[in-house]
């Protein structure tokens, strides 16, 4: 297979070649790269992506739920082409920051105030800065398999190198028990609702509200990561939960499509931010109010991802996870997600942790992705799915085709 789309795929070769010239790997973006190499895109337009070979692609990628709104929205163009001729790095606040942190404050009423930031690794970074020093503590609870940005990932039960150098304490997902370890010196626990790049597994009700018990217990800052969770619902995963955390981080889609990161919650604890306060804490930040995220974020969260339009998404991704539940009964083939985010796992029960999800066998996982790259469809390497507002129910049936003929013609390895 990987002989097939090497074949397929020469100027996308030939491009990542030449890019490692001056890009370690012809890499910028670890996430995207996979054997022999990855494809390079030149276009997108509404859910459909062309490569530099010609091959077009219906995007099921959605840019690990940074795509929610497709790659040409009307609305979201017009709102970045207003804010160009207005002119860019203006040298003081804007005009649209204000109306943009109130909107966001509407849908996630935990997040009391916000700031800013310019990636969701930067506002987990942020966070986890602030519960350190509204706690003077120093430990921090995380799950295996969580991922909160380049220097904060957690995988095999360990932190990687390149990450901060926090207290960490890394439990396993979905236990109830690791709440115990939330203790007097824990700063903060910090914690995806739903585990994502870790593989789309939902951690239970159960699980979340023990932890949120713990911190309230121990006076340690629960932070929800809803990076990707907050295209969930209008209010994100912590609306459908009722659970709200201390500290809420949120990026991805909520920039509308720009490179944006965001982290708010409790009073108390953001007012040290305020610089009318004494003994405020600086967050400086030349780009913390960049006016193409301001205004393509506020377009999006108030005129195309408005609740209505929330509930239509997740009802799309819960009807196609069903449908390839019904294809993949009886087979070691699981589709955990919630909503318009899900991923494929080839493991013989569905994952509720990050180890479980690791049992799969990686071989089909790669089959799977290079198959679909065939028939036109690209979800991420590692099996994901993240449905942008620009699938319909086309794409929705060529998916599940593709599927099924994936199925047909693997089953021998499929036992
Ligand atoms: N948190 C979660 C849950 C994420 O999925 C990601 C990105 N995949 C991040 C944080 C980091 O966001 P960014 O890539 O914008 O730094």
């Known amino acids: 297979a990987r002989r097939r789309y090497a074949g397929r795929n020469p100027r996308s070769r030939e491009r990542f070649?030449?890019?490692?010239?001056?890009?370690?790997g012809g890499n910028t973006r670890t996430v995207l790269y996979h054997p022999p190499f990855p494809l390079g895109i030149v276009r997108g337009d509404g859910c459909r992506i062309w490569d530099a070979d010609g091959h077009e692609y219906i995007n099921l990628v959605g840019e690990y739920t940074a795509g929610l709104y497709g790659h040409s929205h009307p609305v979201l163009l017009a709102a970045v082409r207003r804010a160009l001729d207005g002119g860019v790095n203006l040298s003081g606040h804007t005009m649209v920051?204000?109306?943009?942190?109130?909107?966001?404050?509407?849908?996630?009423?935990?997040?009391?105030?916000?700031?800013?930031?310019?990636?969701?690794?930067?506002?987990?970074?942020?966070?986890?800065?602030?519960?350190?020093?509204?706690?003077?503590?120093?430990?921090?609870?995380?799950?295996?398999?969580?991922?909160?940005?380049?220097?904060l990932s957690f995988h095999g039960?360990?932190?990687?190198?390149?990450?901060?150098p926090h207290?960490?304490?890394?439990?396993?997902?979905?236990?109830?028990?690791?709440?115990?370890l939330v203790d007097d010196d824990t700063a903060a626990v910090l914690v995806e609702p739903v585990l994502g790049s870790g593989g789309c597994i939902p951690g239970t009700a159960e699980f979340l509200s023990a932890l949120r018990r713990a911190a309230t217990r121990s006076h340690s800052l629960l932070i929800f990561d809803e990076v990707m969770t907050s295209r969930l619902s209008a209010g994100g995963r912590q609306a459908q939960l009722g659970i709200a955390p201390d500290l809420t981080t949120i990026g991805k889609y909520i920039g509308g499509g720009m490179s944006f990161g965001a982290f708010g919650g409790r009073r108390d604890v953001m007012e040290r931010f305020d610089p009318t306060r004494p003994g405020a804490v600086a967050h400086p930040g030349t780009f913390n109010n960049n006016v193409l995220t301001m205004s393509a974020g506020l377009a999006g969260l108030t005129e195309v991802y408005t609740p209505e339009a929330a509930v239509a998404l997740n009802a799309r991704g819960d009807a196609l996870r069903e449908r390839l539940a019904a294809l993949t009964a009886g087979?070691?083939?699981?589709?955990?997600?919630?909503?318009?985010?899900?991923?494929?796992?080839?493991?013989?029960?569905?994952?509720?942790?990050?180890?479980?999800?690791?049992?799969?066998?990686?071989?089909?996982?790669e089959l799977l992705f290079l198959d679909l790259l065939e028939r036109g469809v690209h979800v991420a390497r590692r099996g994901m799915v993240a449905l942008s507002l620009a699938v319909g129910d086309a794409e929705c049936d060529r998916f599940v085709a593709a599927v099924e003929a994936f199925l047909a013609d693997r089953r021998d390895l499929l036992r």
Do not use: C
């Open 17 to 24: 070649e030449a890019a490692a010239t001056a890009l370690p």
């Open 157 to 164: 039960g360990r932190g990687d190198p390149l990450n901060l």
């Open 331 to 365: 087979l070691p083939v699981h589709v955990t997600g919630i909503g318009s985010m899900f991923a494929v796992h080839f493991t013989a029960r569905p994952p509720t942790n990050a180890a479980e999800a690791d049992r799969a066998d990686p071989r089909l996982g």
């Open 167 to 180: 207290e960490f304490v890394v439990a396993t997902y979905n236990d109830p028990a690791a709440a115990d």
């Open 97 to 151: 920051e204000g109306p943009f942190a109130a909107a966001i404050q509407r849908r996630f009423p935990s997040m009391e105030l916000l700031r800013f930031t310019n990636s969701g690794t930067e506002a987990n970074t942020l966070a986890l800065a602030t519960a350190t020093l509204h706690t003077g503590r120093r430990k921090v609870l995380v799950f295996d398999g969580g991922y909160h940005g380049s220097v």
